[in-house]
Every structure is written in C-alpha cells, then in structure tokens.
Nanobody
C-alpha cells in the first residue's frame, strides 16, 4: 500500500519562499521516481517537477531556476523548495508516484501567493 502525505503549504507574499514536503509510505522509496503536480483553480493539473532514483531532476519551464526538488531516502521524503514565488504559482500542490502502472496521489497542500 502506497501513501503520500504532503505538508508545507501556506500563504506567502510575492518573492517569498516555501518548502513543501512529501512523505512516502510503501516499499522501495529509493527506486521511485517522484513527482510534484499542481492545480490552480479552474485549470488542469500540471506537472511541476520530477526526481529520479538517482536524484536527476526535471522542471516545468515556468518554475526553472526558482524551484528545487530534492529527496532524502533515509526519511522516505521529498522536498520542493520554492523561491521567488509568483501569484501564478498559487495552486494546490500534489505529490505523485507511479507504482506498477498505478498513480498514487497525496491529498494536496495549498499554496497561495498574494500580497
């Protein structure tokens, strides 16, 4: 059974920072590619970033240079450091992993960027 639990969202002013965390429950975390998605009101869910088992990362163009995805395999946790936040980053952020072809999602954590 795979479970994901996000935390770290909140309200921040433009230019501010937040760090999201996602704790993975299940097997073989270190081998899993982990993903962050986000969904803004009225919009489709979009991938923000991914991190492979070896630590390689990929980012959506909209967050490159501002967001950093990392993992701590000893803690079964991934982190999304978000800097220089913009109002357009406002969304529910979801942690995601695919195991044996099935997608698993956390409950999401809300990020609001507003002055």
């Amino acid at each position: 059974q795979v479970q994901l639990e996000e935390s770290g969202g909140g309200l921040v002013q433009p230019g501010g920072s937040l760090r999201l965390s996602c704790m993975f429950s299940g097997s073989a975390f270190a081998t899993r590619t982990m993903n962050w998605y986000r969904q803004a009101p009225g919009q489709q869910r979009e991938m923000v970033a991914s991190i492979g088992s070896g630590g390689s990362t990929n980012y959506a163009d909209s967050v490159k240079g501002r967001f950093t995805f990392s993992r701590d395999n000893a803690k079964n946790t991934v982190y999304l450091q978000m800097n220089n936040l913009k109002p357009e980053d406002t969304a529910i952020y979801f942690c995601n992993v695919r195991v044996m072809g099935q997608h698993y999602w956390g409950q999401g954590t809300a990020v609001t960027v507003s002055s």
